[in-house]
């Protein structure tokens, strides 16, 4: 039968068994404590216990009632000497009331009565576990000046382990340390050097030129005794010196610790335009370098239609192509050469003087335009040679076209 009764009881046939109810157990403890003076003036306080117990499972009315009446436990007497009470003005402190809450979240005041400590908690608390402090940025420890803290557990293999990842920590921390002030010392070395008064500037020097025209690059450029080498600007003092007319090139370099050296390279005339009273040098470019007196040994002269400013570029092709003409001849013939004059647009002429036994022989030469100067200077060497050479006196070679030269006696 007892093997029947689940199924029966999954058929709804029978009922399940009551659980057997189990004895009251007590709820809570109520404290009652009054105080009592003594004839000869001593307080003591009167503490009454009182068990409630709570009624389990479901019984009747009187059962119910029998269990919530209180129950006497424990009375004890607790005799404190009289202490006077303070004289001084000061205020009294109010004691605060517990106040606590009930399931409605009301807040409800406590039913302790006066006088009466406060009710102690029956329940034990959880025990909290300990939280690891956190952590945080130490610059001292970053920088190896002091050691960071750390908890290490007493297991033999954990310890070894948490001791070697300290021990590779600091390494590193240390490393980091040593690179950072190698490169702050660099720092601040570099800057107290670059900043020092031995790097100021003493002297400028001028290379290239000769003594009298340094003064004048001196002039232009930027570059004062006493400032600092490093600032010095170095393409702007290159740009200044160059607007002068007669520099073609100018390199500025810095020789430490005190000396700004600036090289110039001076453009170098091949022909004296004349015009007037005044000689204009001119250079391979058709640029003006400057005005002069009379025309430097060794430069060929050619009579201008009109005074070129200093500094610009010639524009009458003839002079442009006498300038690149004279650029290009080889040497040997500045001794025959006296000067040049204008034959075309861009065509051009040279008077020579050759110097003979009897006196010197002057001819023309119709150079032409300035292509294959070296040949057209190689035929008239040879037709002076064939012609002057022999005792002839020709008026003019044209060699316009080297291959086909032409004597005009």
Request: hydrophobic share 40%; proline share 9%; charged share 25%.
């Amino acid at each position: 039968m007892s093997a029947l009764r689940p199924a029966l009881r999954y058929l709804g046939l029978a009922s399940a068994p009551r659980p057997a109810r189990r004895p009251a157990a007590p709820s809570h403890v109520r404290v009652r404590a009054a105080a009592q003076v003594a004839p000869d003036g001593s307080r003591r306080a009167v503490v009454d216990a009182e068990l409630l117990l709570s009624a389990v499972g479901r019984g009747d009315a009187q059962r119910n009632a029998a269990a919530t009446d209180p129950v006497p436990v424990r009375q004890s007497t607790v005799t404190r000497p009289s202490v006077p009470r303070s004289t001084s003005s000061a205020p009294r402190r109010r004691r605060s009331r517990s106040r606590s809450r009930d399931r409605d979240g009301a807040q409800k005041r406590s039913r302790q009565p006066a006088g009466s400590r406060p009710r102690a908690r029956t329940g034990a608390r959880r025990p909290q576990e300990p939280r690891h402090p956190r952590r945080r940025f130490q610059p001292l420890v970053v920088l190896g000046l002091a050691e960071r803290p750390i908890h290490v557990t007493g297991h033999p293999r954990m310890r070894e382990r948490i001791l070697e990842g300290l021990q590779r920590r600091r390494r590193r921390e240390r490393v980091v340390t040593a690179s950072l002030l190698a490169l702050l010392a660099t720092v601040l070395l570099g800057w107290g050097t670059l900043r020092s008064p031995l790097l100021a500037v003493e002297d400028v020097r001028v290379v290239g030129v000769p003594g009298e025209v340094s003064a004048e690059v001196l002039g232009v450029a930027s570059v004062r005794v006493g400032q600092n080498v490093l600032d010095v600007d170095l393409q702007a003092v290159e740009a200044q010196v160059t607007e002068l007319s007669w520099v073609e090139r100018a390199t500025v370099r810095r020789r430490l610790p005190s000396t700004v050296e600036i090289r110039v390279s001076a453009r170098t005339p091949v022909l004296a335009g004349t015009f007037g009273e005044n000689t204009y040098l001119v250079d391979a470019e058709g640029l003006v370098i400057e005005v002069v007196d009379e025309a430097p040994e060794g430069v060929t002269t050619m009579a201008l239609t009109a005074a070129p400013p200093v500094g610009a570029v010639v524009t009458a092709p003839s002079v442009l192509a006498a300038a690149e003409i004279a650029a290009r001849m080889p040497p040997g013939m500045e001794r025959w050469l006296v000067s040049y004059s204008t034959a075309g647009d861009d065509e051009v002429d040279a008077l020579l003087r050759v110097p003979t036994e009897s006196g010197p022989v002057e001819l023309v030469a119709h150079l032409g335009r300035p292509v294959e100067v070296d040949v057209k200077a190689a035929t008239i060497a040879s037709l002076v040679e064939e012609t002057v050479g022999n005792g002839m006196t020709p008026r003019a070679l044209d060699v316009r076209i080297p291959d086909r030269p032409i004597v005009l006696a």
